[in-house]
């Protein structure tokens, strides 16, 4: 997450690594979080946040974020990032801040507080750094990524109330919540767009339950939506993002089918 500033409302991400794969969407959806966090006054947290995938990254390339303010009220911040790699747009973001107000604290049911769910078997998750996911006890029948699964932070976030944001950010672009609707011929695909709404603070450290659910496959689009609960069900995040979902190129057929993979002894 260290970002170096450039210049005023300008800042970089230095991070870079060699991988076989487009830079991780989380990682510059959180990273854009914590570029637009420097112009806002630190008492004010991001509440929603809405970002669009435009062009697949280079995680070998640094990254350059430009945060433009678009208001600064008596409790509301709104501001935009925008993602370049060498000059290109590859993300962009709108993004509020509040300071929060007294209101009650409520909250309709969730999976994780009316179903009891425990914790299942060790699940490994594709690509994701620093974190450590557990399945459940009551999974989905899904075809590739899961759809509900426990997961955790285990670098230690400390108490900065913005990184434990950043790192839920970070998280919530990990899986698909369409994998029930995934067949043999057609799957989801790369991220299109991406929503986030923050309810209440999370500590990233403890165990999260990802509870994502299908909405609707057509023209070569693909939506779900869900929720990011504490252990206790109390519900921290709600999510929703639209993928592609196309039918399968013959080398991709190949490649899920296993043809021409060598064989385990």
Same mark, same amino acid.
């Given at each position: 997450m260290q970002l170096e500033k450039i210049d005023k409302n300008i800042y970089r991400a230095g991070y870079v690594f060699d991988e076989p794969y487009a830079l991780y969407g989380g990682q510059v959806?959180?990273?854009?979080? +914590?570029?637009?966090?420097l112009t806002v006054d630190a008492e004010r947290k991001p509440h929603s946040l809405h970002g669009y995938f435009l062009r697949p990254g280079n995680a070998a390339r640094p990254t350059v974020f430009q945060v433009f303010r678009d208001r600064d009220g008596g409790s509301y911040s709104a501001r935009r990032v925008v993602a370049t790699q060498d000059g290109d747009v590859i993300f962009n973001m709108a993004i509020n801040f509040t300071r929060g107000n007294e209101s009650p604290d409520l909250q309709g049911p969730t999976a994780a507080a009316q179903q009891e769910i425990r914790f299942g078997d060790p699940s490994p998750m594709p690509r994701m750094f620093s974190f &450590? @996911?557990?399945?459940t006890d009551q $999974? *989905?029948? !899904?075809?590739?990524?899961? %759809?509900?699964?426990?997961?955790?932070?285990?670098?230690?976030?400390? #108490?900065?109330e913005l990184l434990h944001i950043c790192a839920l950010t970070y998280l919530? =672009?990990?899986?698909?919540?369409?994998?029930?609707?995934?067949? &043999?011929?057609?799957?989801?695909?790369?991220?299109? =767009?991406h929503s986030l709404w923050f309810h209440r603070p999370v500590n990233m450290n #403890?165990? %999260?339950?990802? #509870?994502?659910? $299908?909405?609707?496959?057509? /023209?070569?689009?693909?939506? /779900?939506?869900?929720?990011?609960? !504490?252990? #206790?069900? %109390?519900? %921290? @995040?709600?999510?929703?993002? &639209?993928?592609? *979902?196309?039918?399968? !190129?013959? &080398?991709?057929?190949? +490649?899920?089918?296993?043809?021409?993979? $060598?064989?385990?002894?």
């Open positions: 959806a959180a990273q854009s979080v +914590h570029a637009a966090a &450590e @996911a557990r399945s $999974p *989905f029948e !899904t075809t590739d990524y899961p %759809v509900r699964f426990w997961a955790r932070c285990t670098e230690d976030l400390g #108490d900065s919530s =672009d990990i899986s698909s919540g369409l994998g029930a609707f995934n067949t &043999e011929e057609f799957k989801s695909g790369s991220s299109l =767009d #403890d165990w %999260v339950l990802c #509870d994502y659910a $299908p909405r609707s496959a057509a /023209y070569g689009r693909g939506l /779900y939506n869900g929720d990011i609960t !504490t252990q #206790d069900g %109390v519900l %921290v @995040a709600s999510v929703a993002q &639209e993928a592609l *979902f196309r039918r399968l !190129t013959p &080398e991709q057929l190949q +490649h899920y089918r296993g043809i021409g993979r $060598p064989k385990k002894d």
